[in-house]
Structure formats: C-alpha cells, structure tokens
C-alpha cells in the first residue's frame, strides 16, 4: 500500500504531531519534539492513525517473556498473524463480540477448525455477525467456558 500511494505522489512523514490549524488550506500541522516550539508543515490532507492497542487476557501462560506464549502461539490480531500461526491448526478465539467473531471467521481462511470460547451461554455480537459465526462449519462454539492458562514448549501447546 505504501508503494502504491508513494507511485501516486504520497508522501510518508512519521511524526509526534501538536496540533493541527484546519482554518487555512493547505493545512498546517505543528510537529516535532517540543510541542513548546513547534515546527510547521503544511498538507493538503492528513490521514491520522493513532493505532490500538490489543486487548490482552489476564491468563497465565499469554505473556510475554519466557513463560509466556505471545507471538509464538498467543495474538491478538487474526488479521496480522492468522496466516502464518492459523496455517492447517485447530486455533481458538476467546470471547463472544464483535470483534471476537470477526476474528474467528477470518481465521476460518487458514485453519482447520475453530474454537469460539464464550464464558457466557450467549454472543453479544450482533445477530447478522452471531448469525454468521453459528453457521459457519468450520467453527465450534465452546459455551459457558473459561481459558484458565495456556501451557506448551516453545510454542504454545495446549489451552486449559
């Protein structure tokens, strides 16, 4: 994407931003390290990604460090890792939202099988995405359960 926008005359500045003036055109943005004494630009559009943070689960074994499984076998993100770590494997999505959902069925691209484990006996996502999820052959709905710790080697291994 960023090639492609680069072809068309994008240009990339990667910086902690103040403010931004929308009283004139072009705009202008403050930047820089001291928001003291900013530096100006100016740009006739701005696109502001802020990022998320993901969500992580309070479970033994989620972690990082050596007695935790993050990035080699626990993820927060279908979309960014599902690909290489779903690849052919039974994977399983903790919760029973939206976002939990929408998980679950684009990991159905890549794995075997899905797990949902929803600590309710109920989805609050909505009900065309509920819809979705409970139709779809590749997942398995786990109701009424809870992740206690997650366990393993030098991936990930085995949920409790």
Known sequence: MTAQATEAGATFEYEEVHGIDTSTRPLRVAHGWDPEAPEWMTADTVIIATGAAAKRLDIPGTGDGPNGFWQRGVSACAVCDGAIMAKDTQSFVIGGGDAA??????????????????????????????????????????WNSNVKEVTGGDRMEKLI
């Open 101 to 142: 959902c929408e998980e679950a069925l684009y990991l159905t691209k890549f794995a075997s099988e899905v797990h949902l484990v929803v600590r309710r006996d109920a989805l609050r996502a909505s009900v065309v995405m509920a819809n979705r999820v409970k139709e779809h052959p590749k997942i398995q709905i786990h």
